[in-house]
Nanobody, 115 residues
Framework: QVQLVESGGGLVQPGGSLRLSCAAS????????MGWYRQAPGKQRELVAT???????NYADSVKGRFTISLDLGKNTVLLQMNSLKPEDTAVYYC?????????WGQGTQVTVSS
């Protein structure tokens, strides 16, 4: 039973930064692909960024150059560094882990970008 727990969300001013963390209760080596998704009010859940165990990354066009996804295998964690935040980044951010046999999702963490 693998659990993914997100943390690091909160309220930030436009132009500010936040770092989201997703910790796996089991070994993060269980996943061959991990990612961050977000869902804003009134919108569908969308992909933000993904990363393979080998470090290959993929980003949504809307966050390229501002967000960075990374793995900290020693801490069993996937990170999302978010810089130059915009009000349109406001959403609940979810961590996703892809296993060979299925998918696990975290419960989400709220990010609000507002002055």
């Amino acid at each position: 039973q693998v659990q993914l727990v997100e943390s690091g969300g909160g309220l930030v001013q436009p132009g500010g930064s936040l770092r989201l963390s997703c910790a796996a209760s089991g070994s993060i080596y269980s996943f061959y692909l991990m990612g961050w998704y977000r869902q804003a009010p009134g919108k569908q859940r969308e992909l933000v960024a993904t990363i393979t165990r080998g470090g290959s990354t993929n980003y949504a066009d809307s966050v390229k150059g501002r967000f960075t996804i990374s793995l900290d295998l020693g801490k069993n964690t996937v990170l999302l560094q978010m810089n130059s935040l915009k009000p349109e980044d406001t959403a609940v951010y979810y961590c996703k882990g892809q296993r060979t046999t299925g998918v696990d999702w975290g419960q989400g963490t709220q990010v609000t970008v507002s002055s």
